[in-house]
C-alpha cells in the first residue's frame, strides 16, 4: 500500500529563519498557509480525477506533487489538476476581497502574488506545466525557455534588492531546478513514451 508522503523541502529552513529574524514570521506564516492551500487545491483535483499522488513537497513557489503516471492521463485530466492549485488561490483571493477580516487586504495582495507567479509559463510552476500538458513533445524547449526567463528574472530582481529579496530566491531555486531537468531530459522523455505505449 502506498503511502502520501507530505513533506517541506529543506531549502525552506533558510528561508524560515529569514522571515524569522527580520521580524516577520506572521507575514510568512500567512504566505505559507496560502501556498498550502494551494496546495490542497491540486490534491483535490487529482482525487477527482482519480490519480494516485505518491507525496507533495512543499517549495518556495509553491510545491512539488508526484503523481503516479500522470502522463498517461488525458490532457483535460492533467489541465485540471494542474489549474486546481490556482483556482483554491482564486477562491481564498476574492473571499478576501468581498469580506473583510484581519488582514484580508494583506492575503488578497498575496494570493494575488502566488497566483500571478503560478501562472507564469515557466517550468515547473503550474503555467509551466500547463504548457507542458498541452504541447508535451515541447519538453526540451520548455525547459531551455524556463531557464532563460528564470535567469532574466532573477537578475531583475537585483535592481529591487532588498524588497525582492524573496523573488531572487525563488527564482535562483526555479533555474537549478530547470538546470536538473535539463540534464535528465532524455531520461525524463523515454520514460514518458514507456510509460503512455505500456
Not at 487586504?105 to 515557466?122: E, V
Amino acid at each position: 500500500m502506498n503511502k502520501q508522503v507530505f513533506k517541506v523541502h529543506p531549502i525552506m529552513i533558510p528561508l524560515f529563519l529569514f522571515f524569522y529574524l527580520s521580524g516577520e514570521i506572521a507575514i510568512y506564516s500567512i504566505v505559507f498557509g496560502s501556498l498550502l492551500i494551494h496546495e490542497v487545491g491540486h490534491l483535490i483535483a487529482a482525487k477527482l480525477v482519480g490519480i494516485k499522488v505518491r507525496s507533495c513537497t512543499i517549495l518556495p513557489y509553491g510545491g512539488e506533487i508526484k503523481m503516479e503516471q500522470f502522463s498517461k492521463v488525458q490532457k483535460s485530466g492533467q489541465l485540471f489538476v494542474i489549474f486546481g492549485g490556482p483556482f483554491c488561490t482564486l477562491l481564498i483571493m476574492a473571499i478576501s476581497y468581498f469580506i473583510e477580516f484581519p488582514q484580508h487586504r494583506f492575503i488578497f495582495s498575496t494570493q494575488a502574488m502566488i497566483l500571478c507567479l503560478n501562472l507564469l509559463p515557466i517550468y515547473p510552476l503550474d503555467g509551466g506545466r500547463a504548457v507542458d500538458a498541452l504541447f508535451p513533445d515541447k519538453y526540451e524547449m520548455l525547459i531551455g525557455f524556463s531557464i532563460w526567463s528564470s535567469s532574466l528574472i532573477f537578475f531583475i530582481s537585483f535592481a529591487y534588492f532588498p524588497r525582492a529579496v524573496s523573488v531572487s530566491f525563488i527564482f535562483l531555486f526555479v533555474i537549478l531546478q530547470n538546470y536538473s531537468y535539463w540534464r535528465f531530459r532524455k531520461y525524463k522523455l523515454a520514460f514518458d513514451r514507456i510509460t503512455k505505449t505500456a
